[in-house]
């Protein structure tokens, strides 16, 4: 799911589709929805009071509003990013701003038209994916270079980007631990010798995406001996993965399946794969001090373990919005 790409794709997530990748356009999955989290809106509490807080540099360009305001925010059609959605507008609301949320809405391009409309005020994004659909010709790849090209790009469509997270959900290439401590695997550069020897899986894209096939070749030299198509589903990679059809496959970093069952996502030191940190995106029209102050405070806790786990419990069966509020509560923010 690289920024290149922007075709729609189904998430590789190991359960119940949570996990998006951000690479090639995560907001166009068509994962399931949240298990409480229904589309439409709802809304969330919001206490009497509210901590304007302090921040430099605004997204909104200037001067923000101190009072708390009020924002609907959205979500694309998947449940992570509901998570997300769950977790930024929650937070929001402990800050005193009125939250309405609008869960489940669809594709990119369905929700930036809603976001341009007014339909709603914020949604969370994935800074490589949103950046590519933005300018087609965006070559940031780093996420300090990739979010700085996406402020400007955002700023083009009357829109802000506040602080991104840590965490990204993006492609990686992921080996069993036994085929790491086999051939010492730790980076993607360690496959140039070896990768001749192995069967590599990923969707059908991945054999002609820039940021795919081609890349793993003029990035770092890697030239796999077998290529397997694999559907788009976390099920289909996992399971080959596990009974030795493919020695290394796309699996997306917030992927459950990482962790449940002791894979090695190889580290990307050359930023083959474009930055995907996750990342509130409002209007300019709506966004506040309190609004941008309650998110960044969020995103300066969320790295990509976390959310992989937060992820694993709602794919585990628990409430989305539970477990939102749960997290929050634990870093102090609820």
């Known amino acids: 799911m690289k920024r290149t790409t922007l075709v729609a794709v189904l998430p ?3 359960m119940l ?3 998006a990748c951000g690479s090639s356009g995560s907001s166009g999955n068509t994962g399931g929805s949240t298990p409480s989290s229904t589309a ?3 809304t969330a509490s919001t206490p009497a009071t ?3 807080g302090s921040s430099s540099a605004p997204a909104g360009g200037g001067s923000l509003p101190s009072t708390p305001g009020s924002v609907t925010i959205g979500s694309a059609d998947f449940p992570e990013n509901a998570l997300l959605a769950d977790i930024y507008g929650d937070a929001m609301a402990a800050k005193g701003v009125s939250v309405t949320k609008k869960l489940n809405i669809g594709e990119r391009g369905v929700y930036i038209a809603a976001l341009k409309d007014g339909s709603i005020g914020a949604i969370p994004e994935y800074t490589g994916s949103i950046l590519a659909y933005f300018d087609s010709k965006a070559t940031a790849k780093t996420p300090d270079d990739v979010y700085n090209a996406l402020k ?3 700023d083009g469509q009357g829109l802000a980007v506040a602080k991104y997270a840590a965490a990204q959900d993006s492609d990686t290439i992921t080996v069993t631990k036994a085929t ?3 051939y010492k695997l730790t980076s993607i ?3 140039a010798s070896v990768a001749s020897k192995l069967t590599f899986g990923a969707p059908a894209q991945f054999r002609t995406r820039p940021d795919g096939i081609p890349a793993l070749k003029s990035v770092y030299g890697v030239t796999f001996g077998r290529f397997t198509t694999l559907s788009a589903s976390g099920t289909a990679t996992v399971t080959a993965l596990k009974n030795g059809t493919v020695d290394a496959g796309d699996i997306f970093s917030t992927d459950p399946s990482i ?3 002791n894979f090695v996502s190889l580290q990307d030191p050359k930023s083959m794969f474009a930055a995907q940190n996750i990342v509130p995106l409002f209007s300019k029209k709506v966004l506040t001090q309190p609004m941008e102050d309650a998110v960044d405070a969020v995103s300066a806790k969320l790295d990509t373990s976390t959310l992989a786990d937060l992820v694993s419990q709602v794919a585990g069966g628990k409430d989305p919005e539970a477990v939102a509020k749960a997290w929050l509560s634990s870093v102090g923010l609820g």
């Open 40 to 42: 439409g809106s709802t």
């Open 180 to 182: 790491a401590d086999k």
């Open 189 to 191: 550069a360690d496959l």
């Open 259 to 261: 962790k449940a069952n």
């Open 12 to 14: 590789v997530a190991a």
């Open 50 to 52: 509210s901590d304007t």
């Open 17 to 19: 589709s949570l996990t």
């Open 152 to 154: 400007t790009a955002a």
